[in-house]
């Protein structure tokens, strides 16, 4: 089962960044009568769940810490994983809609801090997530290495 999460996770993910860097019409079709509900929230809202969802199921030391650090390392990529699956949730209540628009509103919600916070949510997630890969893979590098010298 672990190899099929693993490769449905990684299809999503290459999937929904491919979708994103050539800006495919697809993001922009409107699921509402009113044309206020993007399929973009919803693409993006699976690849922010699916980039963490890969990367836990990619490393067995991050589903299963064999060190005390691996084990911090994978409670923070849980986090990231919460966080994507609030995604949606949390920018609703930042934005006060679903295409996530953000104006020179004076009130919070929708306003530039909300706006602010939403970008810093929406990049923590991706860039939380590659963080943990990169850290986690720089460690097995030294374990293997502590490894070979004993």
């Known amino acids: 089962m672990r190899k099929l999460y693993f490769f449905s996770g990684l299809f999503l993910t290459l999937s929904v960044i491919i979708l994103l860097v050539t800006g495919s019409p697809l993001l922009t079709i409107a699921l509402d009568k ?3 509900i993007p399929l973009g929230t919803f693409i993006t809202w699976i690849g922010m769940i699916s980039l963490p969802f890969t990367i836990y199921w990619g490393f067995k030391d991050l589903r299963e810490p064999s ?9 923070f990529l849980k986090i990231i994983l919460l966080l994507g699956i609030l995604w949606v949730p949390i920018s609703y209540v930042l934005s006060g809609n679903l295409s996530f628009t953000f104006s020179e509103k004076t009130t919070f919600q929708g306003g530039q801090l909300a706006m602010r916070l939403f970008w810093w949510l929406s990049y923590g997630i991706g860039i939380g997530t590659i963080l943990t890969l990169i850290i986690s ?11 070979v010298n004993h």
Do not use: A, D, P, V
């Open 34 to 36: 009113n044309n206020e």
């Open 67 to 75: 060190s005390k650090f691996n084990g911090i390392l994978s409670r």
């Open 137 to 147: 893979g720089i460690s097995l590098l030294f374990k293997k290495k502590k490894t």
